[in-house]
């Protein structure tokens, strides 16, 4: 046990300074020590850290493939030798698995089978964080009122309407911080009850009661919260943030293209009009085809800047307003053509070649010179 908790240890600690090769290969020395010595109960209570280490690395479709190969191995051994300690914690990381994955029967599945272990166990730390994935799961389907901390975040949610009102710095940060841990990213209460509930103390001074929720929350907290308040923030303050993280979970973004959208959007609501996002679709049309009609006389270095800021789906991005629904079960949102809106949606965790072929789909709508 000694072994076990001072690798765990090792391997957060490698994991959080960004040494993901060595946190990988500190989790998969520790597990060769043990099978080296045929320790069966070491080798199963190692399973859980080299799955967190393989799901750490940056090539996340290899490393997920071989972490739920480890956790189907792992729960083959723990059903052998009666480990429930580390059965239930395998089946907390499968199912935060498929929960990134957008697989959301499996994920129940998971979540559900570790509950009722950690609960037998009285562990009731563990029981709580797998209650959070099953909360996810409710809320991701618009049934918020099954997740199993519903009570408890509705009354949350009551508390800080009250702090926000008295303008109750501790009161709120205390509440918020326990509503945000609820759930993976969604706690179990809609926009729309949300709205409710904080509705007649937001009517009294919007723009006071946004400035207290930033300086009171954590930035990202912060950031979700007021969304769902559709409070007036300004588009850069959460909706690049949005555009990143999902452009990130797609695997379709790198630095300089968010700073793309970060350059060109000046805009100072994420909902556009039609109208007016069709116009700017055409005038950003037109400077790209005009660019690439004087491609062929560029160096290097000016087709490479071209490249970076010319990106249709970052123009698209800016001028159109995709807007991401943090309530669906994955990536949603809209594209404005000549005063068309046309839909899309990415479910889970978008593969490479997924997210290229739905910009592919995207960059279809664009006038014949843009293409």
């Given amino acids: 046990q000694g072994l076990v908790a001072a690798t765990s240890s090792l391997v957060k600690a ?36 080299l799955v967190m280490a393989h799901l750490c690395q940056e090539d996340r479709n290899t490393h997920v493939s071989q972490a739920l190969k480890v956790i189907d191995d792992g729960l083959s051994l723990c059903s052998k030798l009666g480990c429930r300690h580390t059965e239930a914690e395998l089946y907390l990381k499968a199912s935060e698995i498929s929960l990134k994955e957008g697989l959301l029967d499996d994920t129940l599945e998971k979540a559900q089978r570790a509950v009722i272990i950690f609960r037998d166990l009285e562990d009731w730390r563990g029981e709580e964080t797998a209650n959070a994935v099953l909360g996810e799961v409710y809320t991701r389907r618009r049934q918020p009122e ?12 009551h508390t800080m309407a009250r702090a926000l009102d008295l303008r109750d710095s501790p009161g709120f940060y205390e509440a918020a911080e326990r ?40 930035q990202e907290s912060s950031s979700l919260l007021l969304q769902s308040l559709n409070m007036g923030v300004t588009f850069a303050d ?21 700073r793309c959208v970060d350059y060109v959007t ?3 609501t994420s909902v556009p009009d039609l109208q007016s996002a069709a116009a700017a679709v055409r005038e950003a049309d ?10 062929d006389q560029q160096g290097e270095e000016e087709r490479t800047q071209l490249e970076v800021a010319g990106s249709l789906y970052e123009i698209y991005a800016a001028a159109t307003g995709i807007r991401f629904d943090a309530d669906a079960g994955g990536s949603e949102g809209y594209v404005a053509i000549d005063g068309v809106a046309r839909h899309f949606e990415v479910k889970g965790q978008c593969p490479k070649e997924k997210a290229d072929s739905l910009w592919a789909e995207i960059e279809g709508c664009l006038p014949a010179q843009a293409a």
């Avoid at 099954?146 to 949610?157: G, I, S």
């Avoid at 006071?208 to 300086?215: E, M, S």
């Avoid at 690049?240 to 630095?255: L, S, T, V, W």
């Fill in 14 to 49: 490698q994991s959080r300074s960004d040494d993901l090769l060595e946190a990988l290969s500190s989790a998969q020395d520790g597990l060769a020590w043990f099978q080296s010595r045929s320790d069966a109960r070491g080798e199963a209570a190692m399973s859980p850290i």
């Fill in 146 to 157: 099954l997740a199993p901390h519903r009570r408890e975040a509705l009354e949350l949610a």
């Fill in 179 to 218: 509503f945000g841990a609820l759930g993976v990213s969604l706690p179990p209460v809609s926009k729309k009850e949300q709205m409710e509930i904080f509705g007649p103390v937001l009517k009294k001074d919007p723009d006071g009661a946004a400035a207290f929720i930033q300086t009171n929350v954590p």
């Fill in 238 to 258: 959460v909706d690049k943030k949005a555009f990143y993280q999902h452009y990130r979970a797609g695997g379709i973004a790198y630095g300089p293209r968010f």
């Fill in 266 to 268: 000046g805009r100072q």
């Fill in 286 to 295: 037109a400077k790209v085809a005009k660019l690439r009609e004087e491609l």
